[in-house]
């Protein structure tokens, strides 16, 4: 792993909403070609860190490097056009709106005409073959798992070197879950750096590189997926040594 | 300089304001000239439209400019009165105030439900329909052509001079601002505080947001009446001319320089645009873009208006009044943690509940028991339900199915403020804590449903309204203390920190003696001290009797704490049970941690 | 029929102001009760480029949209933009709106100025009423530009991301959307709009100071019962309000045009306070 294929860096990062600080120190690196999953607790403010890197919520220490740059007070809609494509939890398309509006939306931030757009429109529908069927009909038809992959496809119109997918599989059934994984996993291949936000631990541990688990806004474990134990990561959920759940689950 | 203000503290609010109305009766015996005296009337009248605006704007958060047609409604009811030989100017006044309020009340019922632009726009509208309605009935009013012919005004018989009718308007303007002054000054204007800032928050105080918004509106058609019927009689002539659209501009304008959020800046606001303005060398060229500008500046500029400035200015003086006199925080931080008293729960149930909103499921066929003198704590991933499950609880959404009842007092189905008053309080996941109230008045208006006091019982300072005033007093302390706030109850509440505003939100629930308390994330935010403080401060309630049920993101605090545990997931109970059953249940482990919990420790990965 | 000719055309003048309230409404959920104001202007406008400048009237239409276009960008950086709270920025617009009335009778003072039509005021006969050419063409106007908007929105890149905007502010950003210029390039755009619709509103309703006032709120109530956000609401919303007032001023008396307008704004506001012709939105958590 060469310094060169890092993206995404993130040290000590501080955040939150007004004086509400969730986010008190967060560390984490996103490299080309990699997935790196954010792990947490309900409320342990992987959203949050999330809503931060990519400008929604300011930062209030530390520090978001992307490409080599600082990006200190840069605008949400900046980062979009530097590459960086943001996958909202809850599966946030435009309800209003076609199939096919929200990927030509998707893709506004690459400044390009729309015929252009249209193009890379198919080759959306090419990945995810549901989309085009249903292409003029509004996104509220869809039922979940489809609005996520739309969420998915809208933000790879941008045609991102950053990929962040805030629980892409939150409240979807287990078979579509698994599908939507393969996909994410499949994204890698393009060279594309992916953060992952889940829930789901198990299946997105299998496809991820490195992992970032948060406990009540801090960092509590890194390191590369391949060595992780479940041991660590309960410790790492509920918190150092009264981590009675851990100690349940371990025997 | 400090001492000087100290002692001018000390004088009653209504000192300086009392002064003014005496200096003001006195001034035609000074030698004010017809010109002058003309101008103070016109501008008492002027003062009085706004103040009754302000009631509306600046106290319910509501613009509804119906104030000129109530203003023309007391008008031309004391001129057809007048000329129909009622010339007594008292019954005058009462006549003209009550048509004003039947207009109040005719506009406000269907107007208020809208709120917002609606409300603005539909009394915009009815302004502009003053000179059609005057036109219709052009018989007796005169149509554009105005009323003339109005009798003399008489008091007890005798025909008023001029100079008497000066001293009647100024009375009048007394009194008016003294019964506005009380109704403000009391648990009622913090409870209009609370309402505008936050109708949310205000129907969770038991407050029906409807019926105080309507006697705001209601009230405010009083001094508009008055004003009309004063305005018939000092030039026995009326005409549509005096109710225009341009008026109406005047008067708005106004109130948002004077302050709207104010009792006295509609004194100032009127002034400044009657005399100011009226002076000024080619008013009528550029009356309009001045009054524009006092618009358009006034709401982007100072929000509270002239009277937002002076409260300012007075608040940071006591402030460096109060450093100076050593009452600083530090001094007087004794903290006598009370006693809980024995507190009356109810048993929470909740049945089969189910709630959809469009196609989603949000709950499906949810089913909980919050027993008294137990903690009952519900938990679960985003989006499953929790807040909507205490949402439905509070009475904010209707169930689709399903009973909720408190002991055997069904709840679902009534709006939030009844449910409020059956015994539910909550707090909040972001503290909702209305701006421009001290801490101690910010929870004193947890009381305001659970111990009546009627306006008028304020506006005349009752034996009964203050015997409640004292008791909201020592209510608001025992429970600031009870959660270590004890020592700030002047404190601007919003600017607490964010832990304490949490621990104010505790107070504010307790101290309507709730039968059961809904914590929304509490904990959130809080640091380890406040953590305890809180913690130990759920355990206290818990043996004093009430039924707590909390929705807590914090594992930990829940293990410690809950006697139950309800698991949401999607929408659904997925399990409950004691803290030592959840905490085994392999299947909980796994909505938490996305893990079959068969495994064995080892990698989870590339086995 | 003359009548509803009359009525009609006096309709499609609202419905362009409601149309403008529409544009600000989808673009930033507010409201800018100086929109008939500024249509007010484009009158004079038009007025003082045909009338007293002698220029042909495409110029002077362009003219108005760029005085006009400005005015209204300068509004929405000193009224809208610094103020965040709702009330107030009913009472900033509101005082931009007063503003501009009083700055138009001091230009030009309280009488009302006829503006003559580019295509000639010879009185048609049609369907068995006398129509004059300028209400045919404002009811053609109003319908084009609604057909036209909607296709922009629809089929433009721009106009799929203000209607992304419109629904989900954030996530518009999250797109790459500068909301804030595009709320306020909106804006200026109404601006553009009233101005050169100065050109058809001037002949029909003429030039005169206090046309705001009553303007903005029939506007209102067109918005009202075509639904807020709706574009082609406003067509129907028109429609009903013209012939409301038209019939009821014909049949029961003048003083009851207002009268009945204000009733069907009360009627529909309790009855379905989103609009007669919105779907209600379902909330959804």
Same mark, same amino acid.
């Given at each position: 792993?060469?310094?060169?294929?890092?993206?995404?860096?993130?040290?000590?990062?501080?955040?939150?909403?007004?004086?509400?600080?969730?986010?008190?120190?967060?560390?984490?690196?996103?490299?080309?070609?990699?997935?790196?999953?954010?792990?947490?607790?309900?409320?342990?403010?992987?959203?949050?860190?999330?809503?931060?890197?990519?400008?929604?919520?300011?930062?209030?220490?530390?520090?978001?490097?992307?490409?080599?740059?600082?990006?200190?007070?840069?605008?949400?809609?900046?980062?979009?056009?530097?590459?960086?494509?943001?996958?909202?939890?809850?599966?946030?398309?435009?309800?209003?709106?076609?199939?096919?509006?929200?990927?030509?939306?998707?893709?506004?931030?690459?400044?390009?005409?729309?015929?252009?757009?249209?193009?890379?429109?198919?080759?959306?529908?090419?990945?995810?073959?549901?989309?085009?069927?249903?292409?003029?009909? +509004? &996104? =509220? *038809? %869809?039922?979940?798992? /489809?609005? @996520?992959?739309?969420?998915? $496809?809208?933000?790879?119109?941008?045609?991102? !070197?950053?990929?962040?997918?805030?629980?892409?599989?939150?409240?979807?059934?287990?078979?579509?879950?698994?599908?939507?994984?393969?996909?994410?996993?499949?994204?890698?291949?393009?060279?594309?750096?992916?953060?992952?936000?889940?829930?789901?631990?198990?299946?997105?541990?299998?496809?991820?590189?490195?992992?970032?688990?948060?406990?009540?806004?801090?960092?509590?474990?890194?390191? +590369? &997926? =391949? *060595? %992780?134990?479940?041991? /660590?990561? @309960?410790?790492?959920?509920? $918190?150092?040594?009264?981590?009675?759940?851990? !100690?349940?689950?371990?025997? | 300089?400090?001492?000087?203000?100290?002692?001018?503290?000390?004088?009653?609010?209504?000192?300086?304001?009392?002064?003014?109305?005496?200096?003001?009766?006195?001034?035609?015996?000074?030698?004010?000239?017809?010109?002058?005296?003309?101008?103070?009337?016109?501008?008492?009248?002027?003062?009085?439209?706004?103040?009754?605006?302000?009631?509306?704007?600046?106290?319910?958060?509501?613009?509804?400019?119906?104030?000129?047609?109530?203003?023309?409604?007391?008008?031309?009811?004391?001129?057809?009165?007048?000329?129909?030989?009622?010339?007594?100017?008292?019954?005058?006044?009462?006549?003209?105030?009550?048509?004003?309020?039947?207009?109040?009340?005719?506009?406000?019922?269907?107007?208020?439900?809208?709120?917002?632009?609606?409300?603005?726009?539909?009394?915009?509208?009815?302004?502009?329909?003053?000179?059609?309605?005057?036109?219709?009935?052009?018989?007796?009013?005169?149509?554009?052509?105005?009323?003339?012919?109005?009798?003399?005004?008489?008091?007890?018989?005798?025909?008023?001079?001029?100079?008497?009718?000066?001293?009647?308007?100024?009375?009048?303007?007394?009194?008016?601002?003294?019964?506005?002054?009380?109704?403000?000054?009391?648990?009622?204007?913090?409870?209009?505080?609370?309402?505008?800032?936050?109708?949310?928050?205000?129907?969770?105080?038991?407050?029906?947001?409807?019926?105080?918004?309507?006697?705001?509106?209601?009230?405010?058609?009083?001094?508009?009446?008055?004003?009309?019927?004063?305005?018939?009689?000092?030039?026995?002539?009326?005409?549509?001319?005096?109710?225009?659209?341009?008026?109406?501009?005047?008067?708005?304008?106004?109130?948002?320089?004077?302050?709207?959020?104010?009792?006295?800046?509609?004194?100032?606001?009127?002034?400044?645009?009657?005399?100011?303005?009226?002076?000024?060398?080619?008013?009528?060229?550029?009356?309009?873009?001045?009054?524009?500008?006092?618009?358009?500046?006034?709401?982007?500029?100072?929000?509270?208006?002239?009277?937002?400035?002076?409260?300012?200015?007075?608040?940071?003086?006591?402030?460096?009044?109060?450093?100076?006199?050593?009452?600083?925080?530090?001094?007087?931080?004794?903290?006598?943690?009370?006693?809980?008293?024995?507190?009356?729960?109810?048993?929470?149930?909740?049945?089969?509940?189910?709630?959809?909103?469009?196609?989603?499921?949000?709950?499906?066929?949810?089913?909980?028991?919050?027993?008294?003198?137990?903690?009952?704590?519900?938990?679960?991933?985003?989006?499953?339900?929790?807040?909507?499950?205490?949402?439905?609880?509070?009475?904010?959404?209707?169930?689709?199915?399903?009973?909720?009842?408190?002991?055997?007092?069904?709840?679902?189905?009534?709006?939030?403020?009844?449910?409020?008053?059956?015994?539910?309080?909550?707090?909040?996941?972001?503290?909702?804590?209305?701006?421009?109230?001290?801490?101690?008045?910010?929870?004193?208006?947890?009381?305001?449903?659970?111990?009546?006091?009627?306006?008028?019982?304020?506006?005349?300072?009752?034996?009964?309204?203050?015997?409640?005033?004292?008791?909201?007093?020592?209510?608001?302390?025992?429970?600031?203390?009870?959660?270590?706030?004890?020592?700030?109850?002047?404190?601007?509440?919003?600017?607490?920190?964010?832990?304490?505003?949490?621990?104010?939100?505790?107070?504010?629930?307790?101290?309507?003696?709730?039968?059961?308390?809904?914590?929304?994330?509490?904990?959130?935010?809080?640091?380890?001290?406040?953590?305890?403080?809180?913690?130990?401060?759920?355990?206290?309630?818990?043996?004093?009797?009430?039924?707590?049920?909390?929705?807590?993101?914090?594992?930990?605090?829940?293990?410690?704490?809950?006697?139950?545990?309800?698991?949401?997931?999607?929408?659904?109970?997925?399990?409950?049970?004691?803290?030592?059953?959840?905490?085994?249940?392999?299947?909980?482990?796994?909505?938490?941690?996305?893990?079959?919990?068969?495994?064995?420790?080892?990698?989870?990965?590339?086995? | 029929?003359?009548?509803?000719?009359?009525?009609?055309?006096?309709?499609?003048?609202?419905?362009?102001?409601?149309?403008?309230?529409?544009?600000?409404?989808?673009?930033?959920?507010?409201?800018?009760?100086?929109?008939?104001?500024?249509?007010?202007?484009?009158?004079?406008?038009?007025?003082?480029?045909?009338?007293?400048?002698?220029?042909?009237?495409?110029?002077?239409?362009?003219?108005?949209?760029?005085?006009?276009?400005?005015?209204?960008?300068?509004?929405?950086?000193?009224?809208?933009?610094?103020?965040?709270?709702?009330?107030?920025?009913?009472?900033?617009?509101?005082?931009?709106?007063?503003?501009?009335?009083?700055?138009?009778?001091?230009?030009?003072?309280?009488?009302?100025?006829?503006?003559?039509?580019?295509?000639?005021?010879?009185?048609?006969?049609?369907?068995?009423?006398?129509?004059?050419?300028?209400?045919?063409?404002?009811?053609?106007?109003?319908?084009?530009?609604?057909?036209?908007?909607?296709?922009?929105?629809?089929?433009?890149?721009?106009?799929?991301?203000?209607?992304?905007?419109?629904?989900?502010?954030?996530?518009?950003?999250?797109?790459?959307?500068?909301?804030?210029?595009?709320?306020?390039?909106?804006?200026?755009?109404?601006?553009?709009?009233?101005?050169?619709?100065?050109?058809?509103?001037?002949?029909?309703?003429?030039?005169?100071?206090?046309?705001?006032?009553?303007?903005?709120?029939?506007?209102?109530?067109?918005?009202?019962?075509?639904?807020?956000?709706?574009?082609?609401?406003?067509?129907?919303?028109?429609?009903?309000?013209?012939?409301?007032?038209?019939?009821?001023?014909?049949?029961?008396?003048?003083?009851?045009?207002?009268?009945?307008?204000?009733?069907?704004?009360?009627?529909?506001?309790?009855?379905?306070?989103?609009?007669?012709?919105?779907?209600?939105?379902?909330?959804?958590?």
């Amino acid at each position: 792993m060469t310094e060169e294929n890092i993206l995404l860096e993130v040290e000590h990062l501080q955040t939150g909403y007004g004086d509400l600080k969730v986010v008190r120190d967060v560390s984490l690196t996103v490299r080309s070609g990699q997935i790196t999953v954010l792990l947490g607790r309900n409320g342990a403010g992987k959203t949050t860190t999330l809503r931060a890197i990519t400008g929604l919520n300011r930062t209030y220490g530390g520090e978001v490097r992307y490409l080599g740059k600082k990006l200190g007070e840069t605008v949400a809609h900046r980062r979009v056009a530097q590459g960086m494509s943001y996958v909202q939890e809850g599966k946030r398309v435009f309800h209003e709106l076609t199939i096919e509006q929200n990927l030509l939306l998707g893709g506004f931030s690459t400044k390009s005409k729309k015929r252009a757009l249209l193009e890379a429109v198919q080759e959306i529908y090419e990945f995810f073959p549901i989309l085009g069927d249903k292409r003029s009909l +509004p &996104a =509220s *038809s %869809m039922s979940g798992g /489809q609005q @996520q992959m739309l969420a998915i $496809g809208q933000a790879l119109m941008a045609k991102p !070197k950053l990929l962040i997918l805030d629980e892409p599989s939150q409240g979807l059934a287990p078979a579509i879950m698994k599908e939507v994984m393969e996909r994410v996993h499949s994204l890698k291949a393009t060279g594309l750096g992916i953060l992952l936000v889940e829930q789901a631990v198990q299946e997105s541990l299998e496809i991820s590189d490195e992992v970032s688990v948060l406990d009540m806004g801090r960092t509590s474990l890194a390191g +590369p &997926a =391949s *060595s %992780m134990t479940l041991e /660590q990561l @309960q410790e790492a959920y509920f $918190g150092t040594s009264e981590s009675v759940p851990a !100690k349940q689950m371990a025997e | 300089m400090l001492a000087l203000w100290l002692k001018i503290r000390a004088l009653p609010t209504w000192a300086l304001p009392l002064l003014l109305g005496i200096v003001l009766l006195l001034l035609p015996s000074l030698g004010m000239n017809y010109g002058m005296t003309r101008q103070v009337i016109l501008t008492l009248l002027l003062a009085l439209i706004v103040s009754g605006l302000n009631l509306n704007l600046g106290y319910a958060g509501e613009l509804a400019m119906g104030h000129i047609a109530m203003y023309a409604a007391g008008a031309y009811t004391a001129g057809l009165i007048g000329k129909a030989g009622i010339t007594e100017i008292w019954v005058q006044l009462l006549v003209g105030a009550l048509a004003a309020l039947v207009v109040g009340l005719v506009s406000g019922v269907p107007g208020l439900r809208l709120g917002g632009w609606s409300l603005a726009m539909t009394s915009f509208f009815l302004i502009l329909l003053i000179p059609d309605v005057l036109s219709i009935f052009k018989e007796s009013t005169g149509g554009r052509n105005g009323l003339t012919g109005i009798a003399t005004p008489t008091l007890f018989g005798e025909p008023v001079t001029e100079n008497q009718y000066y001293v009647l308007v100024v009375v009048i303007a007394i009194l008016w601002f003294a019964f506005m002054r009380n109704v403000v000054v009391s648990r009622h204007g913090t409870a209009f505080q609370v309402l505008k800032q936050s109708p949310v928050l205000a129907s969770s105080l038991g407050i029906s947001v409807f019926r105080m918004k309507l006697s705001a509106y209601a009230l405010g058609a009083i001094p508009a009446g008055l004003a009309g019927v004063l305005f018939a009689n000092l030039d026995m002539f009326i005409s549509p001319e005096a109710f225009t659209f341009t008026v109406a501009m005047t008067v708005l304008a106004a109130s948002i320089f004077g302050g709207s959020a104010s009792v006295y800046g509609a004194l100032v606001g009127a002034g400044v645009l009657q005399f100011g303005l009226n002076q000024a060398t080619n008013f009528q060229e550029y009356g309009l873009i001045i009054t524009g500008g006092f618009l358009l500046f006034g709401g982007v500029l100072f929000s509270g208006g002239i009277a937002g400035v002076g409260q300012k200015i007075v608040r940071k003086l006591d402030y460096k009044a109060a450093e100076q006199a050593g009452r600083s925080k530090g001094s007087s931080a004794e903290n006598a943690v009370a006693d809980v008293e024995v507190l009356q729960g109810a048993n929470l149930s909740v049945q089969t509940v189910s709630k959809a909103f469009g196609g989603n499921k949000a709950l499906s066929q949810v089913s909980l028991e919050a027993k008294p003198g137990a903690v009952t704590a519900i938990i679960g991933p985003n989006g499953s339900g929790k807040t909507t499950l205490l949402n439905m609880i509070s009475g904010y959404y209707e169930t689709d199915e399903g009973v909720i009842a408190l002991d055997d007092l069904q709840i679902q189905g009534q709006p939030s403020y009844k449910v409020a008053r059956s015994g539910v309080s909550r707090t909040f996941q972001t503290p909702n804590i209305p701006k421009n109230l001290s801490v101690i008045e910010a929870v004193e208006s947890g009381r305001y449903s659970t111990q009546r006091a009627s306006i008028l019982q304020a506006v005349f300072r009752t034996p009964k309204f203050r015997r409640i005033r004292r008791e909201d007093r020592s209510e608001a302390q025992r429970v600031l203390n009870l959660v270590g706030l004890g020592s700030q109850l002047n404190a601007d509440a919003d600017s607490l920190p964010l832990g304490n505003r949490r621990l104010l939100e505790v107070a504010r629930s307790l101290i309507g003696s709730p039968k059961v308390i809904l914590l929304d994330e509490v904990a959130s935010g809080l640091d380890e001290d406040e953590l305890d403080v809180l913690a130990d401060l759920i355990l206290r309630l818990r043996e004093a009797g009430l039924t707590v049920v909390i929705v807590e993101h914090n594992f930990q605090l829940v293990l410690r704490l809950a006697d139950v545990i309800y698991v949401l997931a999607q929408g659904s109970v997925m399990a409950h049970g004691a803290p030592a059953e959840i905490e085994k249940n392999p299947r909980v482990m796994e909505e938490y941690l996305g893990i079959v919990s068969d495994s064995d420790g080892t990698s989870l990965v590339g086995a | 029929m003359t009548i509803i000719w009359s009525g009609m055309a006096i309709g499609a003048v609202y419905a362009l102001v409601a149309i403008g309230y529409n544009i600000v409404f989808i673009s930033q959920k507010t409201f800018n009760f100086a929109q008939a104001s500024l249509m007010m202007l484009g009158a004079f406008i038009t007025y003082v480029g045909i009338v007293v400048m002698q220029l042909p009237w495409w110029l002077v239409g362009i003219m108005a949209a760029i005085i006009v276009g400005l005015i209204a960008a300068l509004e929405e950086r000193i009224a809208i933009r610094p103020v965040k709270d709702m009330h107030n920025l009913l009472v900033t617009t509101l005082g931009a709106s007063i503003i501009l009335q009083g700055v138009a009778q001091l230009i030009w003072g309280g009488e009302p100025y006829r503006v003559p039509f580019f295509a000639g005021d010879q009185v048609i006969s049609l369907f068995g009423g006398n129509v004059y050419p300028v209400e045919l063409v404002l009811v053609a106007v109003v319908i084009l530009l609604v057909i036209g908007l909607n296709q922009f929105s629809k089929h433009s890149l721009i106009g799929i991301a203000l209607m992304g905007m419109s629904e989900d502010r954030e996530a518009a950003q999250l797109r790459g959307v500068d909301v804030r210029r595009f709320a306020f390039l909106a804006f200026a755009f109404t601006g553009v709009l009233a101005g050169f619709l100065g050109l058809f509103v001037g002949p029909k309703t003429y030039a005169v100071a206090t046309l705001g006032a009553s303007l903005a709120l029939k506007g209102f109530v067109v918005l009202a019962i075509g639904g807020f956000g709706s574009l082609t609401g406003t067509l129907a919303g028109g429609l009903i309000v013209g012939l409301t007032e038209a019939l009821a001023s014909r049949y029961i008396g003048a003083d009851f045009a207002n009268l009945s307008v204000f009733l069907i704004l009360v009627v529909i506001l309790m009855a379905k306070p989103s609009g007669l012709f919105n779907r209600q939105k379902e909330r959804t958590v």
